[in-house]
C-alpha cells in the first residue's frame, strides 16, 4: 500500500523527468521493477498510461503483457505458442477482456436490456469449454470462453449471463473463414468494448451450435454471441434457474 501512495503521489514529477531523459532501457526496467512489486495492479497501470504517451507506449507493450502472464499464465503461453510475440488486438484489450464484464447498454448489441459494465475480481477462461461454442467442422480452432457473469432477477428478462472470451490465432481460424464465406455482416455501429474493432453476430450468421446452451445452463434459443475481427468473444443468454438441489447445495 505505502509504495502504491508513492506511485500515485509522485506520478507527475516523474512523468515531467521521463519526458526530459532519454528514455532507454533503464528507465523502462525500473517502471517494471516497480509494477512488478505491485503485483501488475491493473487500476494503477491504467491511471501509468494516462499520464503521458511514453507511459502509454510502455503500459501497452510491457505492463498490460505482463498483467496478463500473471493473470492467466497458462493460457497465455497457449495464445503465444504458435510463435507470437503479441496476441491479436492488443494487451490491453486482452487485459480488459480478463476482468470486466461489457454489461449491456439499452438499444446496443443486446438492445432487450440495460445493464452496466462493471469490473469482476476473478473469472475462469477455459479451452474446453470453448469447444462447445464452436460448430463441429470448426472444432480444430482454439476458443477461451468465461463462464457466465450471472446478472439474476432482471425482471421479464429473467436470469440473465454474460460470457467473454478470445480465439488463439483468429485470423488463421477456421470460424473466420467460414464467416467469410456464408457473406457475414459486420455490425453497421457497434464495435469491440475491448479493441473497437467490427463485430460479426454469430447468431446471424447461424453459427452457434446447440452444445453451446448445455455448456452455459442457458433456455435454448437464449443466447447470442459476437466475435470481433482481433478474435475477441462477447455474449449474452438466459440462464435456466437452478434445481432445488443445487440451491441448496449453495446455501
Known amino acids: 500500500?505505502?509504495?502504491?501512495?508513492?506511485l500515485e503521489d509522485n506520478i507527475a514529477a516523474y512523468t515531467q523527468q521521463a519526458v526530459r531523459a532519454q528514455k532507454g532501457h533503464l528507465d523502462e526496467d525500473v517502471i517494471y521493477l516497480i509494477f512488478q512489486t505491485l503485483n501488475w495492479n491493473p487500476k494503477l497501470i491504467a491511471a501509468?498510461?494516462?499520464?503521458?504517451k511514453w507511459f502509454d507506449d510502455v503500459a501497452k507493450r510491457v505492463l498490460w503483457k505482463e498483467f496478463c502472464r500473471a493473470r492467466a499464465p497458462?493460457?497465455?503461453?497457449?495464445?503465444?505458442?504458435?510463435?507470437?510475440?503479441?496476441?491479436?488486438?492488443?494487451?490491453?484489450?486482452?487485459?480488459?477482456?480478463?476482468?470486466?464484464?461489457s454489461g449491456s447498454a439499452k438499444g446496443g448489441l443486446f438492445n432487450s436490456i440495460h445493464i452496466p459494465g462493471h469490473f469482476v475480481y476473478r473469472t475462469r477462461f477455459s479451452r474446453t469449454?470453448?469447444?462447445?461454442?464452436l460448430l463441429?467442422?470448426?472444432?480444430?480452432?482454439?476458443?477461451?470462453?468465461?463462464?457466465?457473469c450471472e446478472h439474476l432477477d432482471q425482471g421479464e428478462e429473467g436470469d440473465v449471463g454474460f460470457f467473454r472470451g478470445i480465439f488463439k490465432s483468429f485470423a488463421m481460424s477456421k470460424v473466420r473463414r467460414m464467416l467469410i464465406s456464408r457473406g457475414a455482416e459486420l455490425h453497421p455501429t457497434?464495435?469491440?468494448?475491448?479493441?473497437?474493432?467490427?463485430?460479426?453476430?454469430?447468431?446471424q450468421s447461424k453459427m452457434i451450435p446447440q452444445s453451446a446452451t448445455c455448456r452455459?445452463?442457458?433456455?435454448?434459443?437464449?443466447i447470442e454471441y459476437y466475435v470481433c475481427l482481433n478474435g475477441h468473444v462477447l455474449g449474452i443468454c438466459t440462464l435456466l434457474p437452478l434445481s432445488g438441489s443445487e440451491a441448496s447445495d449453495l446455501e
Not at 452455459?216 to 437464449?222: F, M, S
Request: proline residues 4%; negative net charge; charged residues 20%.
Open 1 to 6: 500500500m505505502f509504495i502504491c501512495e508513492i
Open 48 to 52: 501509468f498510461s494516462c499520464a503521458c
Open 74 to 101: 497458462k493460457m497465455m503461453l497457449d495464445l503465444q505458442s504458435s510463435g507470437s510475440h503479441s496476441v491479436d488486438g492488443n494487451w490491453r484489450a486482452l487485459g480488459k477482456l480478463l476482468i470486466y464484464c
Open 129 to 133: 469449454s470453448g469447444k462447445s461454442f
Open 136 to 148: 463441429p467442422q470448426c472444432r480444430s480452432d482454439v476458443l477461451y470462453v468465461s463462464d457466465p
Open 190 to 203: 457497434e464495435v469491440c468494448p475491448y479493441c473497437k474493432a467490427k463485430l460479426w453476430n454469430m447468431l
Open 216 to 222: 452455459l445452463g442457458a433456455y435454448e434459443d437464449c
